[in-house]
């Protein structure tokens, strides 16, 4: 069974940044994608950015520009870097890995983006 583990969250004021960070650990096979999803109260759980194996990079549209995802392959471990945070990015943020044809998932980590 795949843990992952979210860290990183917070309160930020608009404009300001947040790193977020997720490890993923007891995994038996490659873990073929990594990424993160969101979900604000009252919506449904959307795409963030997701990094394949092979580095290739997916992005929502409402955040290209101003987030950038990375995988550290080694350690199992995926990254999300927010910058110019907008009011409208506050959501819990969930980690997400794909190892086979399996979806896992973490437990979320609130961002609030608020003056």
């Known amino acids: 069974q795949v843990q992952l583990a979210e860290s990183g969250g917070g309160l930020v004021q608009p404009g300001g940044s947040l790193r977020l960070s997720c490890v993923a650990s007891?995994?038996?096979?490659?873990?073929?994608?990594m990424g993160w999803y969101r979900q604000a109260p009252g919506k449904q759980r959307e795409l963030v950015a997701t990094v394949t194996s092979g580095s290739i990079l997916n992005y929502a549209d409402s955040v290209k520009g101003r987030f950038t995802i990375s995988r550290d392959a080694a350690k199992n471990t995926v990254y999300l870097q927010m910058s110019n945070l907008k009011p409208e990015d506050t959501a819990v943020y969930y980690c997400n890995a794909v190892v086979l044809t399996t979806d896992y998932w973490g437990q979320g980590t609130q961002v609030t983006v608020s003056s």
């Open positions: 007891n995994s038996a096979f490659v873990i073929y994608r």
